[in-house]
């Protein structure tokens, strides 16, 4: 089978330093797929490498089998890979309903024209568009925030607006930037159950996460990164054990 995501050799180095080093990663459609490793070990890198934040200096990327190249982050969400951030970025003053809608742009078809001259099937679109962004915010729970603020969001309901933007581009890969971060523990629950209710409706996740426990709770597999190279890789009960991994994070003196 065709994995969804293939990395082979991919290498990223600033300076002196580099962050990643020969990595290859493989995520299979329909799971959730961890990237975890202690502070410094490249993962946000590798991340950032995937979704085209940054350019990579060598390696090859691939979507569905095609080869891409993660150059631009535009141009990777509309070849079908939509990313969340680890430090919020909505559109404070725009509507809840708004910032969803604004993550569907990458699929819209008609142009600046039609739009200003009200054309059919741009107005079709635009209700087509509305449509889906109510849906997606019932989806993540929030709808009834709909016309309010979002930065009058709770931290935990911002978290998940940022997640129904990303689904809005339909992507074949939600790559999801320390969705936990700040939250609490209740919230923290809620977003389990939110990451796994997309896995099983049939989106791939790849998590970059600190709150170990949350990774391995919910990841189908995992990369364990140390000083930008792969150390462990594999089920997370499988993971948990490689000795590399236990004394990368806690110095060798207890289990992850």
């Not at 691939?62 to 430090?87: C, S, W």
């Not at 309901?157 to 999801?176: C, G, N, S």
């Amino acid at each position: 089978m065709t994995p969804l995501l293939a990395l082979r050799n991919v290498s990223k180095r600033f300076g002196g330093l580099v962050a990643v080093d020969d990595v290859n990663v493989t995520v299979n459609q329909g799971e959730i797929y961890g990237l975890i490793g202690p502070n410094g070990a490249g993962k946000t890198t590798l991340f950032n490498l995937i979704t085209g934040l940054y350019r990579a200096d060598r390696g090859v990327f691939a979507l569905a089998g095609m080869p891409y190249r993660p150059h631009d982050i535009e141009k990777v969400t509309r070849a079908g890979i939509a990313r969340t951030f680890q430090n919020l970025r909505l559109f404070n003053d725009m509507s809840v309903h708004e910032n969803v809608m604004v993550g569907r742009h990458v699929r819209t078809r008609n142009g600046l024209w039609a739009a200003i001259s009200h054309h059919r099937r741009a107005r079709e679109e635009e209700a087509q568009t509305h449509e889906r962004a109510y849906e997606l915010l019932e989806y993540v729970g929030i709808s009834q925030f709909a016309h309010y603020r979002a930065g009058s969001l709770s931290y935990g309901h911002q978290r998940r607006l940022e997640i129904a933007r990303a689904l809005a581009t339909d992507p074949l890969l939600l790559a999801v930037d320390e969705p936990a971060a700040g939250m609490n523990a209740a919230e923290k629950v809620d977003l389990r159950h939110l990451l796994m209710r997309i896995r099983d409706d049939g989106k791939t996740l790849l998590l970059i996460e600190h709150d170990v426990k949350l990774v391995m709770g919910i990841c189908d597999r995992l990369t364990v990164l140390d000083y930008g190279k792969v150390i462990a890789e594999g089920a997370p009960e499988t993971v948990r054990r490689e000795p590399a991994v236990i004394q990368a994070y806690l110095g060798g003196n207890a289990h992850v």
